[in-house]
């Protein structure tokens, strides 16, 4: 999904959940958008996934696309380690609330 697509998306529809995706030790987060079917669609420049240095710059991003509200979902590897479900995809165990 490309950053008009996302605005118009934003504009049309009001029924979705924006997440901040980061891995644990990477600098960098990657915006995810999932629908209400489900469909889960990543921001993208020129067919690759865009990748932020800091969660300022999304916010920046995500106000410019009409968006004030994402939640922060941080992938950390040692729970697969240990022998634990990875939960990083399950909204409820893992997301942090993010307003701007």
Same mark, same amino acid.
């Given at each position: 999904m490309q950053f008009h697509d996302l605005k118009a998306f934003a504009a049309a529809h009001d029924n979705f959940e924006i997440r901040v995706i980061t891995h644990a030790g990477s600098h960098c987060f990657q915006v995810e958008l999932e629908d #209400?079917? %489900? %469909?889960r669609y990543s921001l993208e420049n020129r067919g690759k996934p865009m990748l932020f240095r800091s969660l300022d710059d999304v916010y920046l991003e995500l106000k410019r696309a009409g968006i004030h509200r994402a939640y922060l979902v941080q992938y950390v590897p040692q729970d697969e380690v240990v022998g634990r479900e990875a939960h990083y995809r399950d909204p409820l165990a893992s997301? #942090?609330?993010l307003v701007f």
């Open positions: #209400v079917e %489900g %469909g997301r #942090v609330p």
